[in-house]
């Protein structure tokens, strides 16, 4: 009977983990579809100009779509806290589709003129709102959903589902690339992928209707809602919020260099086709799919901070060399190869950063502890990893941004060295902890 009860709470569990990472997914592949079809659709929203300046103007859209995460982070965050983390996602991934939809159908430089990437910036400062209240409460939920010793495990799916995204949105383009010539890609080809992501996220509203509320949130008291969410509440963890700042500074300069910018450099600098390249990246990320529960469960039973450690160290002293070695190949192989290596080092962060960050704050602030200072750093420096890229292009001295990668994930090394095992002092345990002693006290007073 206690076996069966387990089992359905195990598959209750594993349901609504299914159901906030779905949309994640779909939130991902609408914020990815952007940066993987902007090959395509760049000379559409700007001037006519070389493949670099129009490359540097999306990719500066796509910084700008940054800017607003932050401020999502901080909106959506103090929503989950007060009113649930099943609504707060319910309503992110109504404002997703809005975005998507915008882009979908807005109309080409040549037809309104300046208009076009005037709506281009609008629509993706209406995703950048969206995703910056998605990653808290998604992480947040993922972290409170899971049980105990799995939390790494089930954490490690908000980036199965963030590079599932990506690896949808490229999969979309390898079948666009093979049904449509490259001038119906330019023309209007572009525009399937956006509206997919649009029906997707209508689709997945229905599904995050259903799922559970975590128990965490559930038992907080009236009170407690009522104060939860706030920037003066947040300030009393002064220490945790810096430690977010620091872990996730390299994590996401990293993670955004060896995915978003490194299918541009591929093409742009490397010279390998856009369709080779394509497939690099599906297959590429396919792997490091893999590789996030394989790291999460790792994490489970050897702590985090080895994990955090070892990005720390292989990404501060082999980002340069990956880079300087891709420029010197022509090699579709060699740089799937050199990819990969990137994209393992990089594991150590996105596998378990998510319960990394939940695990540091109280309930009644987790959704904003997490989600703010990580969309302030996101917006500073993974938002604009692409652009800082394209621009030292520009000036030919390229090489300049391997070696401000390499210090991001210095800067952040510093941080795991310090900050410890999360795991062994999480708020997520310790609140449980707490609840069942009460509850154990509660149920021998009754009985005595």
């Not at 997919?196 to 995050?208: D, E, F, P, Q, S």
């Not at 060399?321 to 190949?329: A, C, G």
């Not at 309930?363 to 420096?381: C, D, K, N, Q, W």
Request: proline letters at 3%.
């Amino acid at each position: 009977m206690a076996q069966t009860i387990e089992s359905k709470k195990t598959n209750r569990i594993a349901g609504n983990i299914f159901k906030g990472s779905i949309g994640n997914l779909i939130e991902w592949y609408d914020w990815y579809v952007y940066s993987a079809f902007a090959v395509y659709f760049s000379t559409e929203f700007f001037p006519k100009g070389d493949q670099t300046s129009q490359l540097l103007n999306t990719a500066a859209i796509f910084a700008i779509g940054f800017l607003m995460r932050p401020i999502g982070s901080l909106l959506m965050g103090r929503f989950a806290d007060r009113h649930g983390r099943r609504a707060a996602l319910t309503l992110s991934i109504t404002v997703m589709a809005g975005g998507s939809l915008i882009i979908a159908i807005t109309p080409s430089y040549s037809s309104i003129g300046i208009m076009a990437p005037i709506i281009l910036v609008l629509a993706r400062l209406l995703q950048g709102l969206s995703l910056g209240g998605e990653y808290g409460t998604s992480a947040t939920y993922l972290s409170e959903m899971a049980n105990k010793g799995r939390r790494g495990f089930y954490s490690s799916f908000q980036y199965v589902t963030l590079v599932g995204g990506q690896m949808v949105a490229l999969g979309v383009q390898i079948i666009l690339q093979q049904l449509l010539s490259e001038e119906d890609m330019i023309s209007w080809g572009w525009r399937i992928p956006f509206v997919i992501g649009a029906l997707g996220a209508l689709a997945v509203l229905w599904l995050r209707r259903t799922m559970d509320e975590s128990e965490q949130f559930s038992k907080m008291n009236a009170e407690s809602k009522k104060n939860a969410g706030t920037i003066r509440a947040l300030m009393k963890h002064p220490k945790a919020v810096f430690t977010v700042v620091g872990l996730t500074l390299g994590g996401t300069v990293a993670f955004y260099t060896f995915t978003t910018y490194l299918q541009k450099f591929m093409i742009n600098t490397v010279g390998l086709p856009k369709e080779v390249v394509t497939w690099i990246n599906f297959i590429a990320l396919f792997l490091f799919v893999i590789l996030q529960p394989l790291a999460g469960i790792l994490s489970d039973r050897i702590g985090r901070s080895p994990l955090l450690m070892y990005f720390g160290i292989f990404g501060t002293l082999l980002t340069v060399p990956i880079f300087l070695i891709m420029t010197q190949i022509k090699s579709p192989i060699a740089a799937f190869l050199l990819m990969m290596a990137g994209l393992i080092i990089v594991t150590g962060y996105t596998s378990i950063n998510a319960i990394v960050k939940a695990e540091l704050f109280p309930t009644e602030i987790r959704a904003l502890g997490v989600g703010f200072p990580y969309g302030l750093t996101v917006a500073v420096f993974g938002g604009t990893a692409e652009l800082i890229a394209l621009w030292f292009k520009s000036m030919n001295v390229e090489y300049f941004f391997f070696f401000y990668v390499a210090a991001c994930v210095a800067i952040s090394f510093i941080t795991y060295w310090r900050m410890g095992e999360t795991s062994k002092k999480s708020h997520i345990d310790a609140e449980l902890n707490e609840e069942n002693k009460l509850a154990s006290s509660e149920s021998i007073s009754r009985h005595s």
